[in-house]
């Protein structure tokens, strides 16, 4: 039976459209639920939408609009992101669902009832993250994210104990049961649980929250503070409110649990510390790994309504077709730091990588092989590229989500093939009537299989390759089958087909 393999992205508000930032989130956790799938384990990628924040029910009003309504056509902002991005999600969380109301009720009624108390709060509140800082948290008086004074509020909550839970976290992050890569973002955290780790407010007035969100079990006129209810989407959504087949499958899971979160770096703390606490109070097995992102800039500049270069995912894509975004963002884009994205080096790595490179490899080869064997792929000669080698550091990569490093891997393999063919120069031993059996069979196997690489990074343009190259793109097995040398057959007939990259000219 296949191995369960369990991934998230965060879930964003819907109040906003999505811009490129988001599409960077999506993009890398389909890259990696992608090459777990092409591993051969039982993926389950999960995404959805945050819909229970008050910014939905300021956003609505400002709109003109019933909530509910503004919240349902915003989800298909990003539920479209499926064609849009090629983004092969399995199930869609929006929490404003009645599984997610039962869900996140359920996880709190099972959080022990020493680890949640009411008291008087008086706290720092951002309207814009809904959150309360504390004064250290703050940078020259104003909330890091949205550079704006927080506002001070009173009232009363509900608290969670979180202090019950500081060694047990330390323990957890230090041995990597809970993995959170990259490595200086672990060292954040702990540095952070080391300090001491305060209460927090899990629930709102019902004034506060307008009335809109999960109520808190037993207290009408308390609505679950709304990063509470959103993180429980990780397990709503797999049916945890009737202990459902999914969420014993993928969360639970029997042994060796792979249960990864991917988020940005401003959610760390909520993830790496409160769900997991909120987890480990409710007894829940905890996710196994959390993978942070960076956030993305916008020709070295933040992105912002004020600036206006705010990047949607939908100019972008019309403007240069999904595959070449995703090439871009996973390829040029750090996975670790922040990024940034730049029309200029957008182009020039388009055409360097793609037009120029594999799409020119491509098309010049299977031109040689109709022009010197009549389009026939020959017998199998050795690998004389050692494509073991570069399995290993694609791998290696992935395995990190270190995809920068991984596309490079491929495109080192594509200049590997080009200087082979410069060197071999099949076209003079043609005329010597030589044979060019043993340049051409090469690289086109090497093709097939920067193909089969190329499955996470840029899934249609890869089965478009491994298509023209006569393979049966329904029939695509795992990758330890697909990365043996020579299962690209002879006799098979290939012809000159569409480009894969068209070179971009700008208009
Ligand atoms: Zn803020």
Redesign the pocket.
């Known amino acids: 039976m296949a191995k369960p393999f369990y991934i998230s992205t965060a879930i964003p508000y819907v109040n906003a459209a999505p811009h490129i930032g988001h599409s960077l989130e999506y993009i890398q956790t389909d890259a990696i639920a992608r090459y777990q799938r092409l591993l051969g384990k039982d993926v389950m990628f999960m995404t959805g939408t945050d819909e229970n924040s008050l910014k939905n029910v300021q956003a609505a009003e400002k709109a003109g609009k019933e909530v509910g309504l503004f919240v349902s056509e915003h989800a298909q902002n990003f539920i479209c992101f499926k064609e849009l991005l090629d983004i092969s999600y399995d199930t869609f969380i929006r929490t404003t669902e009645e599984r997610h109301f039962k869900g996140a009720q359920k996880l709190w009624s099972m959080c022990k009832p020493e680890d949640i108390y009411k008291a008087t709060y008086k706290g720092l509140y ?1 309207v ?2 809904e ?1 309360f800082y504390t004064e250290d948290d703050l940078v020259e008086g104003k ?1 890091p ?2 550079n ?1 004074k927080p506002e001070e509020i009173e009232e009363e909550n509900y608290f969670f104990k979180l202090s019950n839970y500081q060694q047990d976290l330390i323990d957890l992050i230090n041995s990597d049961k809970v993995k959170i890569t990259p490595d200086f973002r672990k060292a954040e955290v702990l540095k952070f649980l080391e300090t001491g780790l305060l209460d927090f407010s899990i629930s709102r007035s019902h004034q506060r929250a307008h009335g809109w969100g999960v109520p808190v079990p037993g207290d009408e006129e308390q609505i679950m503070y709304v990063w509470f209810d959103a993180l429980s989407n990780y397990i709503t959504g797999l049916d945890f409110a009737s202990n459902g087949s999914d969420f014993q499958k993928y969360w639970v899971q029997a042994n060796d649990r792979e249960v990864l979160h991917v988020l940005g770096k401003g959610i760390t703390r909520f993830h790496a510390i409160y769900w997991l606490g909120m987890l480990l109070s409710a007894g829940v097995p905890l996710p196994s790994a959390e993978f942070i992102h960076g956030y993305i800039t916008v020709n070295g500049q933040k992105m912002s309504k004020s600036l206006g270069n705010v990047l949607s995912p939908q100019d972008v894509v019309d403007k240069f077709g999904c595959d070449p975004v995703r090439f871009y963002l996973l390829g040029a884009v750090s996975s670790y730091h922040d990024g940034d994205f730049s029309e200029d080096r957008f182009v020039e790595l388009y055409n360097a990588h793609l037009a120029n490179g594999i799409g020119n490899l491509f098309s010049r080869t299977v031109a040689m092989l109709v022009k010197y064997l009549d389009g026939v792929v020959p017998e199998p000669t050795e690998d004389i590229f050692n494509l073991e080698e570069f399995w290993k550091k694609y791998q290696n990569s992935m395995e990190v989500y270190d995809f920068p490093e991984a596309v490079k891997a491929i495109t080192e393999l594509v200049s590997t093939c080009d200087s082979f063919i410069s060197t071999e120069q099949p076209w003079t031993k043609a005329k010597a009537g030589e044979p060019v059996d043993g340049v051409l069979y090469p690289v086109l196997e090497a093709l097939r299989q920067i193909a089969i690489a190329l499955l996470p990074i840029t899934p249609k343009s890869a089965y478009n390759l491994l298509s023209q190259l006569g393979q049966n793109t329904d029939k695509i097995g795992v990758l330890a089958e697909e990365c043996t040398w020579g299962k690209l057959a002879a006799g098979l007939k290939l012809t000159k087909g569409e480009s894969l990259f068209p070179r971009y000219v700008a208009e």
């Open positions: 951002c814009g993250c959150a909330c994210e949205h704006s």
